[in-house]
């Protein structure tokens, strides 16, 4: 069945260093993909989306591109803040419409 | 504008107890989603509520789990009886229409450990 693999946590760095979290998928279709966020204490939100291949999805200074030819989406953030730790999710929608998810990478940014 | 809102956030009870979580989706989101979301794992869809018909129960195990959508709006999550492996936390989300379009509100999960 479709699925999502994301490279394992956690991953430390310092502020305004560069994030890269990997994902790559498994899919019979044309699936959408989303990465989702989970902040300490708070739900899970979504953080950006691709719909087709090559968009790009954006948002708070966060940017995953739809590579079809790889099957992937990995997120990128050029310069990150402490605020940004938290646990990342990626994930796609099934040839059912059902939201699956990756297992999650923590990311814990430090002054 | 009120969130997806959940109770209760922590509860722990012994093995073979009854327990129930209960879920109030955004003003009007028609669909309504259970989530189990094991320690260091990706949530998993339990069921999914389109208005009050579950249109999508085929990983809730229905030995022991039920859910129910009464009027539409809220939800109610029980398990009896709870198992050692129950300990997860059971996320509520909430989605606009009833097309999925991956785009889902979460609330902040009730954490469930069972002793």
């Known amino acids: 069945g479709d699925s999502v693999t994301q490279m394992e946590g956690p991953v430390t760095l310092s502020e305004e260093a560069f994030l890269t979290i990997n994902c790559t998928y498994t899919a019979t279709g044309y699936p959408s993909l989303f990465w989702y966020v989970q902040y300490p204490g708070e739900g899970l939100q979504l953080l950006l989306k691709?719909?087709?291949?090559?968009d790009k999805g954006s948002n708070k200074g966060f940017e995953a591109t739809y590579r079809k030819e790889t099957t992937s989406f990995h997120l990128e953030k050029g310069s990150v803040q402490v605020s940004d730790s938290a646990v990342y999710f990626c994930a796609l929608t099934d040839s059912w419409g059902k939201l699956q998810f990756g297992a999650g990478t923590q990311v814990v940014v430090t002054p | 504008e009120a969130g997806v809102v959940q109770s209760p956030r922590y509860k722990i009870i012994e093995k073979k107890q009854p327990v129930a979580f209960w879920c109030n989706p955004i003003s009007g989101h028609n669909t309504l989603y259970w989530y189990l979301q094991n320690l260091g794992q990706g949530p998993e869809l339990l069921i999914r509520?389109?208005?009050?018909?579950?249109?999508?129960d085929s990983q809730l195990p229905k030995d022991r789990f039920s859910a129910e959508r009464l009027k539409g709006v809220d939800s109610t999550l029980k398990i009896q009886p709870a198992e050692l492996g129950d300990s997860a936390v059971y996320l509520c989300?909430?989605?606009?229409?009833?097309?999925?379009?991956?785009?889902?509100?979460f609330g902040e999960g009730s954490r469930l450990t069972v002793l």
């Open positions: 989300a909430s989605s606009a229409g009833t097309r999925d379009t991956g785009e889902l509100f």
């Open positions: 691709a719909t087709k291949a090559d």
């Open positions: 509520y389109e208005n009050e018909e579950a249109v999508d």
